[in-house]
T-cell receptor, first 117, second 112 residues
């Protein structure tokens, strides 16, 4: 498909386990973003990759969270030693290179719903 | 830290009524976007406003960017049941351009 895809769509895990969430951005998009969304709420920024630049990790809530982007395309968000408060929908978005001044259209995937028991 | 306050958080109205959602900040944004999200899906962009005082119309939806580029509103005329969903405003700009700051969202329910 031409859109952003994420896998898995749902993930149930036990407290203390590690999880990996995957994002396939739109081909040609150099920017990739991860957000977290609690039920019916706004989006919390986690991390942002742009081309070969160092990622903006300012939104990661703790050192249990990390993300990488291989080959400028696919990205994986890893949460180590999951906690119940990590339960949320994790959304990935991609865009063309952001313009100076910040106006860009981000295209979102359907998200991964993470439940930590 | 840039923050966006969105109100109201919940809105429940009858079909045919009008409504307005507000997005306010003490920070200046270079642009502001409005998204709509349906259950189980990611947000979808409705509009981007860039110029202070700008007004954009999308059928029954009217978007306005404040003169100082700190606030925005979304007005829906004659709401329909298909308008039901989560509406999100998001501001761009600041020191890390490309990154969006989202409001808390407004859950709109339109009853037949």
């Amino acid at each position: 498909g031409a859109g952003v895809s994420q896998s898995p769509s749902n993930k149930v895990t036990e407290k203390g386990k590690d999880v990996e969430l995957r994002c396939d951005p739109i081909s040609g998009h150099t920017a990739l973003y991860w957000y977290r969304q609690s039920l019916g709420q706004g989006l919390e920024f986690l991390i942002y990759f742009q081309g070969n630049s160092a990622p903006d990790k300012s939104g990661l809530p703790s050192d249990r969270f990390s993300a990488e982007r291989t080959g400028g395309s696919v990205s994986t968000l890893t949460i180590q030693r999951t906690q119940q408060e990590d339960s949320a929908v994790y959304l990935c978005a991609s865009s063309l290179a952001p313009l100076a001044g910040g106006s860009n259209t981000q295209y979102f995937g359907p998200g991964t719903r993470l439940t930590v028991l | 830290t840039q923050l966006l306050e969105q109100s109201p958080q919940f809105l429940s109205i009858q079909e045919g009524e009008n409504l307005t959602v507000y997005c306010n900040s003490s920070s200046v944004f270079s642009s502001l976007q409005w998204y709509r999200q349906e259950p189980g899906e990611g947000p979808v962009l409705l509009v981007t406003v860039v110029t202070g005082g700008e007004v954009k119309k999308l059928k029954r939806l009217t978007f306005q960017f404040g003169d100082a580029r700190k606030d925005s509103s979304l007005h829906i005329t004659a709401a329909q049941t298909g308008d039901t969903g989560l509406y999100l405003c998001a501001g761009a700009g600041g020191t890390s351009y490309g990154k969006l700051t989202f409001g808390q969202g407004t859950i709109l329910t339109v009853h037949p």
